[in-house]
């Protein structure tokens, strides 16, 4: 384990009452070196760059630099109409394409007070659920892989996510950049055959699941490598406004989906996992635990959907002008939370567009994970907290 | 969940030279807003976190707003203990150009970090006390501040075989500008 005990005890109480990363004293046995790993480092899911400074294996300092993939989404999207940016969220977090067309509509709705019918509020859990599914199943992949399991835990990952990215393609036209939600409702109504074999897919999800643990959750290897590292405290998470599974992970019970209860989340039963110690370990535990909830909401959403509208025959959607004020609508994202602030001036355009990025929020605790490590174990603690570049740099 | 009115009397009586006003929002999201005046904003913070009842433990987001007379951060507070919120507090600076600072909430919630420098990046607020104010997404040495409405983009020409419309403008003013650059080398 690369943490000694003693260094453990000493970062733990530099942290207390402040809530700025410790500084870690150098042994002094030699020269710090000073890595920058990436932006084009395999582990870092993209163009991101982590300014190390290092005692021998030990990680001293640890700087996040952005901005690689910036191209000012905001403003762009404050030059154009509420509904041409629907497409452009799509790029945000481009694994999940359907969580951010879906709390951009939330915001808008919120914004303009539309109703949703409740065949598409259906159709909404459906997919955000399949999104989560597969974003966890592949965030798995790729940590396991970053420990050096090139190739097989992926592959299995990426076979289920086919399998939902087909039914997104069937629905959407699109297998990643979906553009499928609309303010009061959803673009096109899914048939009764895409329903069969969505049915049809989800019931093989939890035989993929049962692999999936049996393959790695006790893995030694996977044990060894993850338990005890990157531990991220309760109290430190809630105050860095670290939200999804890493805040359960943490033993922080706070669900949006519970706590707001959007869409229709209030008619389904599922349950929140928590975890014990918050080390990497245990977010990939709530992963796996999560995928086995989104497969129970699966089934209840799909059981209970009726034949209706998608769209609100009163939604206006081209040339949509809100009246002056302001809403902020969030939902539960598969990283985070994913929220999106408006403020209408009453033109046609948001006179303020923001987006509230799970992604980068979540990275503000990475300095206080990955402070006393050995360098092999930031690839892990990194590639724990999922994010993806789109959202990041916006 | 308390409403505005209330929580505008509870920090009222908490901190005691607190200036504290509503910011209605007529629209169907009901999202009233509380507007702090930034000399008190830091014990008005503190203690929207502290308080028992509220225990607005977590900040969700911070954003910058470009006004015509003023910048404006925005801060969403939401309780992750009593599971209620949001409570949106906002600040302003006195004017656009040279009074923009605002106290950073950093050292309330950690949250506020990489936000306020974003912040401070795209918009030009200078967030003091906060621990490591630098651009967050533009590189070092960028000048300006690309969110704010007045901001001119850079002349960044590039060569097309068939402008037109926007590019073709861009193409023109580029070659004007690189004429008047040659004219003042030859007649120096």
């Known amino acids: ?394 | 969940m308390n409403t505005v009115e209330e929580i505008k009397s509870a920090i009222e009586a908490a901190v005691p030279d607190a200036v504290v006003e509503i910011a209605p929002n007529p629209n169907p999201s009901l999202q009233h807003s509380l507007r702090i005046a930034p000399e008190c904003a830091l014990a008005v913070a503190k203690f929207l976190r502290d308080d028992e009842e509220l225990k607005l433990d977590y900040l969700s987001n911070v954003t910058g707003v470009d006004w015509p007379e003023s910048l404006e951060a925005v801060y969403h507070l939401y309780s992750v203990e009593k599971k209620h919120g949001p409570v949106i507090i906002r600040m302003h600076t006195v004017n656009r150009t040279d009074q923009v600072e605002l106290p950073s909430l950093t050292p309330i919630w950690r949250s506020a970090e990489f936000q306020e420098r974003e912040i401070f990046d795209l918009y030009g607020i200078v967030f003091t006390g906060h621990p490591d104010l630098r651009r967050l997404l533009m590189w070092e040495g960028f000048k300006d501040h690309p969110m704010r409405r007045d901001y001119v983009e850079p002349d960044d020409f590039e060569y097309e075989p068939t402008p037109h419309d926007e590019v073709l403008k861009r193409a023109q003013a580029h070659q004007a500008v690189v004429a008047g650059e040659q004219e003042s080398e030859g007649g120096a």
């Open chain 1, 1 to 394: 384990m690369s943490v000694t005990q003693s260094d453990s005890a000493a970062i733990s109480g530099k942290l207390e009452g402040w809530n700025r990363p410790a500084a870690i004293e150098p042994k002094n046995e030699g020269e710090l070196l000073e890595v920058a790993m990436g932006p084009h480092h395999p582990s870092t899911h993209g163009v991101f760059r982590m300014d190390v400074a290092l005692d021998g294996e030990r990680v001293i300092r640890l700087r996040p630099v952005f901005g690689y993939l910036h191209r000012n989404h905001e403003k762009i999207a404050e030059g154009q109409s509420y509904l041409a940016s629907m497409p452009y969220t799509d790029r945000l977090d481009y694994i999940c394409p359907i969580t951010n067309n879906w709390a951009y509509a939330l915001a808008v709705e919120k914004l303009t007070g539309q109703e949703v019918p409740e065949r598409a509020e259906y159709l909404r859990v459906i997919l955000g659920e399949l999104t989560r599914f597969q974003n966890h199943a592949s965030s798995i992949g790729f940590l396991i892989q970053e420990m050096g399991a090139t190739g097989t835990p992926l592959m299995y990952a990426f076979r289920e996510r086919e399998k939902i990215l087909d039914l997104f393609e069937e629905l959407t036209g699109a297998r990643m950049m979906v553009n499928y939600m609309r303010f009061g409702g959803c673009r096109v109504d899914a048939s009764a055959a895409w329903l069969d074999r969505t049915r049809k897919v989800v019931s093989g999800l939890a035989g993929f699941v049962d692999e999936f643990d049996l393959l790695l959750s006790t893995n030694e290897i996977l044990m060894a490598r993850t338990q005890g590292v990157g531990v991220l405290r309760p109290e430190l998470a809630v105050n860095a406004g670290v939200t999804g599974p890493m805040l359960r992970a943490s033993g922080v019970n706070y669900d949006i989906r519970k706590v707001d209860g959007y869409g229709i989340y209030n008619r389904f039963n599922f349950r929140v996992p928590l975890g014990d110690h918050g080390d990497v370990y245990d977010r990939y535990m709530i992963r796996m635990l999560e995928m086995r909830e989104s497969i129970v909401i699966l089934e209840q959403a799909l059981k209970d959907i009726q034949p209706g509208p998608v769209m609100d025959p009163k939604a206006r959607i081209r040339g949509l002008r809100p009246k002056p004020g302001e809403a902020y609508g969030r939902i539960e994202a598969p990283k985070g939370e994913l929220g999106f602030y408006l403020i209408s001036d009453g033109g046609p355009n948001p006179y303020r567009y923001r987006v509230r990025p799970p992604s980068l929020i979540n990275l503000t605790v990475l300095e206080d994970m990955c402070l006393g490590v050995n360098v092999a174990d930031v690839v892990l603690i990194f590639g724990s907290v999922d994010i993806v570049l789109g959202e990041v740099d916006r």
